[in-house]
Each structure stands twice: as C-alpha cells, then as structure tokens.
C-alpha cells in the first residue's frame, strides 16, 4: 500500500515564472517539492525546493515531471549512527530496516568483518537502504574484548558459526601483542573486501594492562598494549586511513590520544565508582589540540536507568568539558539492536543540549564527518537528495524526529 506522501505526487508540466537554473537530462525526473518548511542548520525556512534526479535544485529548472505538497510539514537531512556494530550479516535486513526506519541513512560501523560486510551487501546497498563505513577485523590483545563477544557467534547454526569456530583470527578480529603480531597481519587487513574503511583498535583499562594481560580471569576484560597504538596508528596514517580507538577509561581516553588515534569511539563511563571515568581539563584540551572527534554512545549500556545515573554522575561531567574546548562530539549509540534515536532521548533527557543542537549534531555533522568527501548533511542546491519529512517540529520538541512521514534518498521515496 502506497504512503499518503508518495499519493500527494502529482503529475504535470508546470509553467517557468523565472529562468531556470538548471535543465534536466531528458532521463532525470525532476520532482518539486511545494511548501515546506527546510532545516537550514538554525531554523526552518518556508520554501520550494526540487530533485532533479539525485540532486537538490533551489531554483526551478526548466521543466517539472510532478508536485509534492509538503503542507508545511517539517524537512531535514537524514541522519547519522557514528558507532554501530553489524553483528549478524543473516540479519542485515532488518538491521538497515530498522535504521531507515528511525532516518538513519549514514553509519559508521566500528568493526565487523569483511565477509560480515559482503553477505549484507544487498541489503545495505539497497536503493533506499544505509550507507556503511566500517573498520573491518578491529585490533586487540589475545583473549582481549571483543573477542568474548565474537565467540558468541560460535553458536549460531550453519556456515556463520562454523566460520566463527575456525577463523576469528585474523578473519574477524585481530589479536595482537608485539609489533612482530601486527606486521604479520597488517597487509592481510588492508586487502579485506571490501577493504577497511578506517582502522578500529580496543584500550580497555589500559593502565592496567601490564596485570590484566597475565591474568586469565581478565578474559574479555581488557584491551590491546597501549605501547601498540602509536605503531598501529602510523601504519594507518601511512595507509591512509583514520584510527578510531574504543576506550572505557579516563585513562584509555588519553592514551588513545597521546598515541594519535583520530576518533574516539565512546565517551569514558560505567559502572563504579566514576573516579576513573571522569576527564580533566588535559584530557579536553589535548582532544582538541589533536582535532580529535567523540562519539557519545551514552545508551551503550541497554539500561535507561543506568544511562541516566551515568548522565548525571559522569557523562555530564565529560561532555561540558569536552564541548568547552571546542572537541567535535557525533551521535553514536553501540546498540546493534537499537539506534541513534534512544541516544538523542537519553542526551535530550540530560538537559544539556537544545533541541537544535542535537538536531544540528544528528542531521549535519554526524553524517558529515561519516562521510566527509560526499554532498550530505545540507539541504542546499548542488547537495545530495536526500532528506526526512517530519510531521511536526523537532526543534519544539526533538522526539518529533521520529514523526517521519516520508524518506527520500539520493531522489528515491519510500514509504
């Protein structure tokens, strides 16, 4: 059944008021859309704007195949998920389903696997589907997470969990503890395909990784040598290719840094005492000396109680200061089972962002910094056709982001 959206098209040729900007290749449809109200980054603003093929037009071009009447309804840029996880390619269907769903239309996903990323290829790359970056085999020491989390997929039925049971390393996950271990894995991860978008390395109490690594009870509990990093990030930079560093710890966080990692994976917090959890002016400025980006993922937990006790005790803490220096914060949620959309609840719950700031941060430089060479996250002329129409407005209210009534990608609707 058709959406009440795709039936407000309607066909026809519409006289030119004015000379026109652009004239369409005779295969490009040219939609306009009428009387809506179109986020410029501030504030909506009353406009037409057209689609002429998979590009946005503010002027009229010289001809107009059919009409969309927005009715004052609400447009934005689709948005973005800077930490994801695509565990289960067998189910990639309902995971794209799930983030279109929520406009979720740009994902960078921190780490999976190559063969992971090739089975869900068709889903993903659906013609309104996700666009998806990811890290491929992420990089840490043996027995350190992910690896516990990976060895669940050992369960599942049939080729998937067999290919777990034989081949996390290296296909999967990357276990490394000496320079001699990356150097025999280094040009098997960089001739993944497809080929790794970014590199992904795992700190996990990395101040105390000295005990931790002797200590079975420590399975899955903590990450990579610290001393690694910096060899790991040079050979990325070298391949050109940005390090995005998952860290738990205020110390994680800094050595992550100090190491030259670009992205920083999650906001430091959990459980306990919040002590070793919370950043200091230091920790902030250095950040923003390095031009270091943060995603929030303050919902990682699965726990809304927990996430708002964290807010209140640490995250809060951490996000004032990291945004007084000026550091780049992205939507990012770590729920493979969820999206973005419980991430901009919990942080508007915080009471520390305006409605148009989290939308600003969603729509625009999330998506943005995802993929930072591409025409996105502006509904301007000349950019990408792509963008959300919302029944009412987010900046009254930022839950009204989930009031989607109509997604349309690079020009193509769907209900």
Same mark, same amino acid.
């Given at each position: 059944?058709?959406?009440?959206?795709?039936?407000?098209?309607?066909?026809?040729?519409?006289?030119?008021?004015?000379?026109?900007?652009?004239?369409?290749?005779?295969?490009?449809?040219? %939609?306009? +859309?009428?009387?809506?109200?179109?986020?410029?980054?501030?504030?909506?603003?009353? #406009?037409?704007?057209?689609?002429?093929?998979?590009?946005?037009?503010?002027?009229?071009?010289?001809?107009?195949?059919?009409?969309?009447?927005?009715?004052?309804?609400?447009?934005?840029?689709?948005?973005?998920?800077?930490?994801?996880?695509?565990?289960?390619?067998?189910?990639?269907?309902?995971?794209?389903?799930?983030? %279109?769903?929520?406009?979720?239309?740009?994902?960078?996903?921190?780490?999976?696997?190559?063969?992971?990323?090739?089975?869900?290829?068709?889903?993903? !790359?659906?013609?309104?589907?996700?666009?998806?970056?990811?890290? !491929?085999?992420?990089?840490?020491?043996?027995?350190?997470? $992910?690896?516990? %989390?990976?060895?669940?997929?050992?369960?599942?039925?049939?080729?998937?969990?067999?290919?777990?049971?034989?081949?996390?390393?290296?296909?999967? %996950?990357?276990?490394?503890?000496?320079?001699?271990?990356?150097?025999?894995?280094?040009?098997?991860?960089?001739?993944?395909?497809?080929?790794?978008?970014?590199?992904?390395?795992?700190?996990? +109490?990395?101040?105390? +990784?000295?005990?931790?690594?002797?200590?079975?009870?420590?399975?899955?509990?903590?990450?990579?040598?610290?001393?690694?990093?910096?060899?790991?990030?040079?050979?990325?930079?070298?391949?050109?290719?940005?390090?995005?560093?998952?860290?738990?710890?205020?110390?994680?966080?800094?050595?992550?840094?100090?190491?030259?990692?670009?992205?920083?994976?999650?906001?430091?917090?959990?459980?306990?005492?919040?002590? $070793?959890?919370?950043?200091?002016?230091?920790?902030?400025?250095?950040?923003?000396?390095?031009?270091?980006?943060?995603?929030?993922?303050?919902?990682?937990?699965?726990?809304?109680?927990?996430?708002?006790?964290?807010?209140?005790?640490?995250?809060?803490?951490?996000?004032?200061?990291?945004?007084?220096?000026?550091?780049?914060?992205?939507?990012?949620?770590?729920?493979?089972?969820?999206?973005?959309?419980?991430?901009?609840?919990?942080?508007?719950?915080?009471?520390?962002?305006? !409605?148009?700031?989290?939308?600003?941060?969603?729509?625009?430089?999330?998506?943005?910094?995802?993929?930072?060479?591409? #025409?996105?996250?502006?509904?301007?002329?000349?950019?990408?056709?792509?963008?959300?129409?919302?029944?009412?407005? $987010?900046?009254? !209210?930022?839950?009204?982001?989930?009031?989607?009534?109509?997604?349309?990608?690079?020009?193509?609707?769907?209900?």
């Amino acid at each position: 059944m058709k959406s009440p959206f795709v039936a407000l098209l309607i066909a026809g040729s519409l006289g030119c008021t004015k000379s026109p900007s652009v004239v369409p290749l005779p295969t490009e449809r040219v %939609v306009e +859309y009428r009387g809506g109200r179109w986020f410029d980054g501030t504030s909506f603003v009353e #406009r037409s704007m057209y689609v002429v093929g998979a590009v946005l037009r503010e002027r009229r071009p010289s001809r107009v195949d059919s009409v969309v009447n927005l009715d004052g309804r609400f447009v934005v840029p689709p948005f973005g998920d800077a930490h994801q996880h695509l565990f289960d390619p067998s189910r990639a269907s309902a995971f794209v389903t799930r983030q %279109v769903h929520d406009g979720i239309f740009y994902i960078k996903e921190q780490s999976s696997a190559p063969f992971a990323r090739r089975i869900a290829e068709g889903a993903l !790359n659906a013609p309104v589907g996700v666009d998806l970056i990811s890290a !491929n085999q992420g990089w840490t020491s043996t027995g350190g997470h $992910p690896v516990e %989390v990976v060895q669940r997929g050992a369960q599942m039925p049939g080729p998937a969990g067999a290919f777990v049971r034989d081949s996390l390393d290296p296909a999967i %996950v990357m276990q490394v503890d000496s320079r001699a271990d990356v150097d025999r894995r280094w040009a098997y991860f960089l001739a993944g395909k497809p080929r790794p978008d970014f590199v992904k390395v795992f700190l996990l +109490y990395s101040e105390y +990784y000295a005990r931790l690594r002797a200590d079975p009870r420590a399975f899955g509990n903590r990450g990579m040598d610290p001393s690694l990093v910096p060899y790991i990030v040079s050979l990325a930079h070298t391949a050109g290719l940005r390090v995005s560093a998952h860290v738990y710890t205020a110390a994680d966080f800094r050595n992550a840094i100090e190491a030259g990692v670009d992205d920083i994976a999650h906001l430091p917090g959990g459980k306990g005492d919040s002590a $070793p959890f919370l950043l200091t002016e230091a920790d902030a400025a250095l950040a923003a000396q390095h031009h270091v980006t943060v995603a929030t993922t303050v919902v990682q937990h699965g726990d809304s109680t927990l996430t708002d006790r964290l807010m209140r005790d640490q995250y809060a803490h951490n996000i004032k200061l990291l945004r007084s220096h000026g550091v780049l914060l992205l939507i990012g949620s770590d729920l493979a089972e969820g999206t973005a959309a419980t991430e901009i609840a919990a942080l508007s719950r915080s009471g520390l962002f305006t !409605n148009a700031e989290l939308l600003r941060l969603w729509s625009v430089t999330t998506p943005q910094t995802i993929f930072p060479g591409r #025409r996105i996250g502006r509904l301007a002329d000349g950019y990408e056709a792509s963008f959300l129409v919302l029944q009412d407005d $987010p900046l009254t !209210n930022i839950a009204n982001t989930r009031s989607i009534v109509a997604r349309v990608k690079r020009g193509v609707p769907s209900n």
